[in-house]
């Protein structure tokens, strides 16, 4: 039993630390400190560069909504002139005949 108690006495005993410890810590606290404001950057622009792809989206679906818009807009306009035309030729038709002898 002595030979574990000299054992765990000299385990717990207070030794001073190296003399490069506290410089040892202080550079583990500037990696970490470094590391942090990293994650922090990362996760800026993360969500920058989510915020803008967010934004384009919207302005792509906006700009797909108008150019569709104007199609239908545009065909609208092809099926009245051809309402008109075929308007006109059965009004044609109807006055030959309504004429005929």
């Given amino acids: 039993m002595d030979h574990l108690e000299e054992e765990l006495r000299a385990a717990l005993s207070r030794t001073d630390p190296s003399p490069f ?10 990696r970490q400190s470094r ?30 909504a108008v150019q569709e818009r104007a199609r239908g807009e545009a065909a609208k306009a092809r099926l009245m002139l051809a309402l008109r035309l075929t308007g006109a030729k059965l009004d044609e ?4 005949v309504d004429h005929r002898p």
């Fill in 21 to 30: 410890f506290e410089a040892k810590v202080l550079a583990a606290a500037d």
């Fill in 35 to 64: 590391a942090r404001k990293t994650a922090l950057r990362l996760r800026w622009f993360t969500a920058i560069v989510a915020m803008a792809l967010v934004v384009m989206g919207v302005f792509w679906q906006h700009q797909r």
């Fill in 93 to 96: 038709i109807r006055e030959k």
